[in-house]
């Protein structure tokens, strides 16, 4: 089991940043392609964007490129999503997200490909 706990979340104005973290425990997350969604009310899950378990390749979700950027530290067993530029639209529940794998070059991006899930943090942006 593993479980993931967000942090980092509030509420910030347009145009403004904030940092997510999500810290692992109970298993390494050398192990595991993490990734960050947000969902909105009244609306799907949304892939923001994944890091492989190496941390050597990321990919993002069409609504945040170049403006929000994931990062791990595997000795820590935290995953972090630096958000800039953000908008009113980006404001939702924030989860970061486990998928076991042996690759180095995994990034799903499906909500079905991960296998643990954090409780979510609440990001708002005001105008």
């Known amino acids: 089991q593993v479980q993931l706990v967000e942090s980092g979340g509030g509420l910030v104005q347009a145009g403004g940043s904030l940092r997510l973290s999500c810290v692992a425990s109970?298993?390494?997350?050398?192990?595991?392609?993490m990734g960050w969604f947000r969902q909105a009310p009244g609306k799907e899950r949304e892939f923001v964007g994944v890091?492989?378990?190496?941390?050597?390749?990321?990919a993002d979700g069409n609504s945040v490129k170049d403006r929000f950027t994931i990062s791990r530290d595997n000795t820590k067993n935290t995953v972090f999503l630096q958000m800039n530029v953000l908008k009113p639209e980006d404001t939702a529940v924030y989860y970061c997200?486990?998928?076991?794998?042996?690759?180095?070059?995994?990034?799903?991006?499906?909500?079905?490909?991960?296998?643990?899930w954090g409780q979510g943090t609440q990001v708002t942006v005001s105008l």
């Open positions: 997200a486990a998928s076991a794998t042996s690759s180095d070059h995994y990034t799903p991006r499906g909500v079905g490909l991960y296998d643990y």
């Open positions: 109970g298993r390494t997350l050398s192990n595991y392609a």
């Open positions: 890091i492989t378990r190496d941390g050597g390749n990321t």
